[in-house]
């Protein structure tokens, strides 16, 4: 047989020496030891593959995409049968997956189908898995989804931490590179497809940003502690403290104003440029309301708003109901054109964004805001156009091009699985609907969705509850829900942070008077309670990492 190695650490080097011992011919390895990453891993008593393969005058290759031109020049001459990886940090795409005559085989350290994607060894010990493995599975265009050649299980004890269970599974993977080699050598294999229906996938990112969820059981605490203890890596970091800057915990509530109508050509129609006088009469009413009441708030801007608004009525004069020189005022991302990111049952008529598209919509954002806003504003938050049950969960591309565009957290989490006006406060888990992480880190800020578009009259979702209906109605309805909330605090001992979704246009019709502000302060001040914006709640989340 003809092989290529493609690989890193420590188990690069043992499936080279199952390789050179079956006496196979090898042709050439890749290799990513030239990393500054790498230098760790060999401070840790892990070989160099380069250094190996050099030693018995084998190719080395490095600072390889292998993807690339030179990559499939090099394979392809080489004339090869198979092709082995190993801890590669590049996904392998066509036409190098159909270079080798047999195809490319990987070995990933998990029990597939559980645990496709990025960390697979710490993400089973977080999930209270009693068992994980390695895998040896033909290289497809997916993640992790080829069929299986072979693969080995290894037990998870009580005991095991980060570190320990790399080294187990690191040694089951000696062991199958052996069987894999001589089954391949007789022809004695054969390929099983991976069940989709027990598949598991874990993004890139580290998980939960490393950081504990101060909701969870003490047992998933102690999992996630010994899933990070592999010194001299980081290990879990602890949940932000209980109280904000020290204090004792209260409830405070966050002011978000979603700012995406009239836009586009309805803006500039006979109707629409009605609507816009009356938003930006609106957007000062609100400005002028908060700023005499000291209160911080959140804008979140659809950049095709912000540019009608902006040809209507003048940049400086829409610069100027955003900004505050008495207030903390926090600009973010609502984007583009308002599509929405996820399926929404409520709204067949709406289509999500592809992941490559909401790419596009925030880089627009990010051009208009610089635009018109000026800089400052390229990392900050998004909220979601409508929101969703259990917010981005399983919309994993989505949350990767969130997260590596630099959306600092994001708000998507505005509804429960009825989608009612009234989402509880309480997931079906029975915990707090408070900030949380996705599975590569991105903060989650959940918030109470829409309902100021039923109170002004606006909304075009069916509704299928009662509603408040005159303004008297709902100071009531805010005032039941900031005492839940406050109920939590005491119960919990620890802040609570309320997001509420609200629309400048809409708050025109329900606050014809101007008293809704200063109502919802004095609600709040009975209970102690404070306003924040949902940056300065992301910056205490993140505190933890300092």
């Given at each position: ?264 050509i309805y803006a500039f129609s ?88 909401l790419k596009k919509e925030i ?162 001040q009975k209970l102690e309670g ?17």
């Amino acid at each position: 047989m003809r092989y290529f190695l493609i690989g890193s650490k420590e188990l690069s080097c043992l499936i080279l020496d199952r390789l050179l011992e079956a006496g196979e011919e090898v042709l050439g390895v890749f290799t990513r030891d030239h990393e500054p990453g790498m230098k760790v891993w060999h401070e840790l008593g892990h070989r160099s593959l380069a250094s190996y393969a050099r030693k018995h005058n084998i190719p080395v290759y490095e600072n390889i995409n292998v993807n690339s031109n030179e990559a499939r020049k090099i394979l392809t001459e080489a004339n090869l049968d198979i092709i082995l990886s190993c801890f590669w940090s590049q996904m392998f795409r066509e036409p190098t997956l159909n270079i080798p005559k047999l195809g490319i085989y990987n070995f990933h350290t998990a029990y597939l189908p559980k645990n496709r994607g990025s960390r697979p060894i710490p993400w089973a010990l977080i999930k209270g898995e009693s068992q994980t493995g390695i895998t040896v599975h033909r290289m497809m265009t997916g993640v992790d989804n080829g069929p299986v050649l072979a693969q080995k299980k290894v037990a998870i004890t009580a005991e095991d931490t980060g570190k320990t269970l790399y080294e187990k599974v690191t040694q089951a993977g000696g062991e199958l590179a052996k069987q894999v080699i001589a089954e391949l050598a007789s022809n004695a294999f054969k390929l099983t497809l991976q069940d989709e229906d027990q598949a598991t996938y874990q993004p890139r990112g580290e998980p939960y940003g490393r950081q504990i969820n101060p909701y969870w059981s003490d047992d998933e605490k102690d999992r996630f502690r010994r899933a990070f203890d592999f010194p001299p890596f980081s290990s879990a970091l602890d949940a932000p403290n209980p109280a904000l800057n020290g204090k004792k915990p209260r409830l405070y509530v966050l002011l978000g104003f979603d700012c995406d109508r009239p836009r586009g050509i309805y803006a500039f129609s006979e109707e629409g440029q009605k609507v816009a006088r009356r938003k930006f009469n609106s957007l000062n009413a609100v400005k002028e309301d908060l700023d005499q009441l000291g209160i911080d708030r959140s804008y979140f801007i659809s950049g095709q708003f912000l540019e009608s608004m902006t040809t209507l009525f003048g940049r400086e004069e829409m610069i100027s109901v955003f900004i505050s020189a008495k207030c903390n005022v926090e600009l973010g991302d609502h984007t583009y054109h308002h599509d929405i990111l996820k399926p929404l049952p409520t709204r067949p008529d709406k289509i999500a964004l592809t992941a490559q598209q909401l790419k596009k919509e925030i880089r627009l954002n990010t051009q208009t805001f610089e635009k018109i806003l000026g800089d400052g504003i390229k990392s900050r938050g998004l909220r979601s156009p409508l929101g969703y049950f259990e917010g981005m969960k399983g919309q994993y591309k989505s949350i990767d091009v969130m997260k590596r565009e630099g959306m600092r957290y994001i708000s998507t989490d505005l509804r429960d699985e009825n989608h009612s006006l009234h989402p509880k406060l309480f997931d079906n888990s029975g915990k707090p609907r408070q900030p949380y992480r996705y599975e590569n880190g991105l903060l989650e800020i959940p918030a109470i969705g829409w309902q100021d578009t039923v109170f002004s009259g606006l909304s075009t979702t069916p509704l299928f509850e009662e509603h408040p209906k005159s303004f008297e109605e709902i100071i009531v309805y805010f005032e039941q829900l900031f005492n839940d909330a406050q109920k939590i605090v005491q119960s919990n001992k620890r802040d609570f942070f309320l997001g509420l979704t609200l629309h400048p246009l809409d708050n025109s019709y329900y606050n014809e008077n101007r008293q809704f502000f200063p109502a919802i302060k004095n609600l709040l001040q009975k209970l102690e309670g404070d306003f924040l914006t949902y940056g300065e709640v992301c910056d205490h989340y993140n505190s933890t990492y300092d």
